[in-house]
């Protein structure tokens, strides 16, 4: 008569103080520099709301032509100084108005390697144009009529 071995499982081999040594303790990082940028007005709002909360390391900021943007207290900002060093950069729209910006920022970004998001936030389809400009260059693309997805964006972006 044979004896039965215990075969511990996976989970259980893992969890096991041999395996320790393999684990990796540190915390995850957040993003070093994390810009959003909000195309137009109705963005602007939900750019504010969302600069209310507690965000590791980032700036929001609001379209102010191709090559400008204004912080959120209004102070001007040129976008290639405000991307010098930035992780991941996400944009807001709600409309078409800030067809040139998306481009703008998304070229630049692709230049330099930065990971770009779009979120176009609304019912209908008022920000075709800004789809089109940021879908070349943005890895996430989120069309949505809830603002909270953009919330869940930056988190999971960890900004």
């Known amino acids: 008569m044979t004896t039965p071995t215990l075969q511990l499982s996976e989970s259980a081999r893992a969890a096991s103080a041999s395996e320790s040594r393999y684990r990796i303790d540190a915390p995850i990082r957040p993003a070093r520099s994390a810009r959003v940028v909000a195309l137009d007005e ?5 750019a504010r709301r969302l600069a209310a909360h507690p965000w590791a390391h980032a700036r929001f ?3 102010d032509g191709d090559a400008r ?3 959120l207290d209004g102070a001007a900002a040129l976008l290639d100084e405000v991307l010098t060093g930035t992780d991941v950069v996400v944009v807001l729209a ?14 630049i970004c692709g230049r330099r390697g930065i990971t770009t998001a779009g979120v176009v936030l609304g019912d209908g389809f008022e920000a075709d144009d800004a789809v089109a400009a940021l879908r070349p260059y943005a ?5 949505s ?7 869940e964006l930056l988190t999971a972006l960890r900004v």
Not at 42 to 46: G, I, S
Not at 94 to 107: H, K, S, V
Not at 145 to 150: K, Q, T, V
């Open 69 to 71: 943007l204004r912080e």
């Open 42 to 46: 109705k963005a602007a709002a939900v």
């Open 94 to 107: 709600t409309e078409d108005g800030g067809r040139a910006a998306a481009a703008a920022i998304g070229r």
């Open 61 to 63: 900021y609001t379209g």
């Open 145 to 151: 009529a809830d603002e909270a997805d953009a919330f």
């Open 139 to 143: 890895r996430v693309l989120l069309l």
